[in-house]
């Protein structure tokens, strides 16, 4: 194993603000920048600003046992 693989942390981009972040144990609220850019985040979901597209309950009304199918991750 080289060194160098090791000193180079990889970068990620914060959530909020899109600065680079090094996934370092420095970087202390990765994956955000800055504390401040983390509790924003959080806020919006306690708000519940954010909706996840695709995330719907199924109907449980209909309980027919015509059930589709899973997803397959082939
Ligand atoms: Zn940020």
């Known amino acids: 194993m080289k060194a160098e693989s090791i000193s180079t942390p990889r970068i990620v981009a914060c959530p909020r603000c899109g600065a680079p972040v090094p996934w370092a144990p420095q970087s202390r ?3 955000f920048c800055s504390e401040r850019c ?11 600003r954010y909706r996840i597209p695709g995330v719907e309950s199924p109907d449980p009304g209909d309980d027919g046992g015509d059930t589709p199918p899973p997803l397959r991750d082939d």
């Open 38 to 48: 983390k509790l924003i985040d959080l806020g919006d979901w306690a708000t519940e």
């Open 29 to 31: 609220w990765r994956p």
